[in-house]
């Protein structure tokens, strides 16, 4: 070693310099996130469908004849769109919690960490796996529920925004409740007592309107509530909420939660020392 040149001195590599966006390192992540819930598609895709379909054998096919219309339609098509939105919701959430949850346990999150990704395309990556895995997941439950329910698609628009929306504000939820959680007790806490109740108290199976006081009034605050309104009326044609609220919100909190989510990733929230 003493022989060689200066010049010729081994130096260590230097890093690549992106300019823009790493497009590769995007595409690798969110390729990663598809691959995570395809590759065990019985519990990811087959288990949500099953379940839409008991609600659908307990809310519809047990109670028929006993239900009367509802805004003009049966019964069951009010309810599917329901329950499309909630595997939607549910589903985005746990790709993204688990993803992020399952990497700190398991000591893995220089799989992410490490290579030259910014923060705002890590919150992108694990955001749009999620809102994949929402939307499969809903598009399979749409098709599962069809020979219990007639679904017209009344305005199409609706049907993708609210979907597409919704997918997303839970899959950047997943991101923070990951991030935050440090067990699984925490995701479970997480799940149990924010989104199941917010899921089931925001008109899946009723009419809000028929809720008695105080109910009725706290119900418009839930987000839920217009997530399933908005996408319940792409498919009926009618909307127990205002449509301009809840377009208006669903784009503010996909704005709100990817800008924490930027926030704990630049920080290394729970991630580095």
């Known amino acids: 070693m003493k022989d060689m040149p200066d010049a010729a001195a081994v130096m260590p590599p230097q890093p690549r310099d992106y300019h823009g966006v790493n497009?590769?390192?995007?595409?690798?992540?969110?390729?990663?996130?598809?691959?995570?819930?395809?590759?065990?598609?019985?519990?990811?895709?087959?288990?949500?469908?099953?379940?839409?379909?008991?609600?659908?054998?307990?809310?519809?096919?047990?109670?028929?004849?006993?239900?009367?219309?509802?805004?003009?339609?049966?019964?069951?098509?009010f309810v599917a769109?329901?329950?499309?939105?909630?595997q939607i919701l549910n589903n985005a959430f746990a790709n993204s919690s688990s993803s992020l949850l399952q990497a700190k346990m398991n000591?893995?999150?220089?799989?992410?960490?490490?290579?030259?990704?910014?923060?705002?395309?890590?919150?992108?990556?694990?955001?749009?796996?999620?809102?994949?895995?929402?939307?499969?997941?809903?598009?399979v439950t749409w098709v599962a529920v069809l020979p219990f329910a007639h679904l017209p698609v009344t305005h199409l628009w609706a049907i993708l925004y609210f979907g597409v929306g919704a997918s997303m504000i839970l899959g950047l939820l997943g991101v923070m409740a990951g991030l935050w959680s440090e067990k699984f007790d925490h995701m479970s806490a997480?799940?149990?007592?924010?989104?199941?109740?917010?899921?089931?108290?925001?008109?899946?199976f009723y009419l809000v309107?028929?809720?008695?006081?105080?109910?009725?009034s706290a119900s418009h605050y839930n987000p839920f509530f217009y997530l399933i309104d908005g996408?319940?009326?792409?498919?009926?044609?009618?909307?127990?909420?205002?449509?301009?609220?809840?377009?208006?919100?669903?784009?503010?909190?996909?704005?709100?939660?990817?800008?924490?989510?930027?926030?704990?990733?630049?920080t290394g929230y729970k991630l580095k020392t």
């Open 107 to 139: 000591g893995l999150t220089g799989d992410f960490l490490t290579p030259p990704l910014t923060p705002l395309e890590h919150v992108a990556g694990f955001a749009l796996g999620a809102a994949t895995r929402g939307i499969v997941v809903g598009a």
């Open 81 to 86: 769109p329901g329950l499309i939105m909630m």
């Open 209 to 216: 309107e028929r809720l008695p006081e105080p109910f009725r």
């Open 190 to 204: 997480v799940t149990n007592f924010v989104i199941m109740p917010m899921t089931f108290l925001s008109g899946t």
């Open 23 to 77: 497009w590769a390192g995007l595409r690798t992540l969110y390729i990663r996130e598809i691959r995570r819930f395809w590759k065990v598609g019985m519990q990811t895709l087959a288990a949500p469908v099953v379940t839409a379909l008991l609600y659908m054998m307990v809310f519809v096919v047990a109670a028929q004849g006993a239900r009367v219309p509802v805004h003009g339609v049966a019964f069951a098509t």
């Open 231 to 266: 996408f319940r009326y792409g498919f009926i044609g009618h909307a127990e909420g205002s449509l301009i609220a809840g377009m208006g919100m669903t784009a503010g909190l996909v704005i709100a939660f990817s800008c924490i989510c930027l926030w704990m990733f630049e």
